[in-house]
């Protein structure tokens, strides 16, 4: 019997998108359900599948909130009847006009934006889902999967744990926490990765203690070795799970240093997320006092931590090993 695999969210309503355009007709919300990544690994043929319903009614209203021109077409035999409307999305309401332009400029940050998107291991789902499509008499061309975005990962981790989360497989590596000397090894059930704050995270269970932990990426040291155990993984969206958590530190963590008017630090840190500024001194947000510490050491003298003690320990000693790394370089 197969296992339900979680999708993310994302994953799941860029299907949705890309299987809406594709049609010209439109699709019924069963061939919706029952075909597109995300919601066909837990559709039960001939079974109860009102959660998914739901699920898809929410999905509709969050592709319109992000100005996604989602149609709905009533059968003409039986209209009001929501199981028999189709549902698209007409391409020339979605596709910029072909009188649009852009400006060298403007093509510049285009090119920065795209730079954190590549094409991957989701073209393989999508051409599965665009295949069974087709078995439904819609056509689909090759080219749309062009289009299909993939968040750049430079963290040498992502793709082995990605791998892991599809197969559902256990994994080990060495993970190495600020203040710590040497790397622990974590055997973990890797459940989900997500972006905040710009750095990927892995969501994931310990099965020794049976609790969920997050993982920063780029703490990983060691190759992701997979041990062979296979899991089950819970069901919900995980990512969102992770994500929310994190949130959650986030908004209960804040740190207090006084910024020099004018600065690059006094520009920046105002635009931070939920910064709030009194005079010249700032509240800040974080999770992460070592990550927290190395973004304000950046400012150099432009910032002063005032609280906590330990946000100021690991600044002065930051700053401390960049004055030496610097000396060293001149002596030699």
């Known amino acids: 019997m197969a296992t339900k695999q ?39 043929l001939g079974g109860d599948n009102s959660n998914l319903e739901r699920q898809f009614e929410r999905d509709k209203d969050d592709l319109r909130e992000l100005g996604v021109p989602l149609e709905t077409l009533e059968s003409p035999g039986e209209p009001g009847n929501n199981q028999l409307s189709r549902y698209r999305i007409p391409r020339e309401g979605y596709e910029l006009p072909d009188d649009v332009r852009f400006t060298a400029e403007e093509t510049a940050l285009l090119g920065l934006a795209a730079m954190v998107w590549r094409e991957g291991e989701f073209s393989a789902e999508s051409s599965r889902a665009l295949l069974k499509l087709k078995g439904l008499g819609t056509e689909a061309s090759e080219t749309v999967l062009s289009y ?13 744990l990605r791998s892991a989360i599809d197969r559902r497989r256990r994994v080990a590596f060495d993970y190495i926490k600020p203040g710590q000397s040497s790397p622990t090894l974590r055997t973990v059930d890797p459940l989900a990765l997500f972006l905040f ?21 780029r703490r990983i040291v060691s190759t992701v070795s997979t041990t062979g155990t296979e899991f089950v993984p819970p069901s919900g969206d995980l990512a969102d799970e992770g994500l929310q958590e994190l949130l959650s530190l986030w908004h209960e963590r804040t740190a207090t240093v006084r910024v020099d008017p004018g600065t690059d630090a006094d520009t920046r840190l105002r635009k931070r997320r939920d910064t709030t500024v009194d005079g010249h001194t700032f509240t800040l947000h974080f999770v992460d006092l070592a ?21 100021a320990e690991l600044v002065t000693r930051g700053l401390d090993s960049v004055v030496a790394a610097h000396e060293g370089a001149q002596d030699g």
Do not use: M
């Open 197 to 217: 704050q710009g750095r990927w995270h892995c969501y994931a269970l310990d099965p020794a203690t049976d609790t969920r932990k997050t993982f920063l990426l």
């Open 291 to 311: 990550l927290l510490a190395d973004e304000l050491c950046a400012y150099g003298p432009e910032v002063t931590v005032l609280a906590p003690s330990e946000l």
């Open 6 to 44: 979680n999708v993310p969210a994302e994953e799941r309503l860029f299907s949705l998108v890309l299987a809406l355009l594709e049609t010209d007709l439109g699709l019924t919300k069963s061939d919706i359900l029952s075909t597109v990544q995300g919601y066909r690994q837990r559709f039960a």
């Open 148 to 160: 299909v975005p993939r968040l750049r990962a430079r963290d040498e981790s992502f793709e082995p």
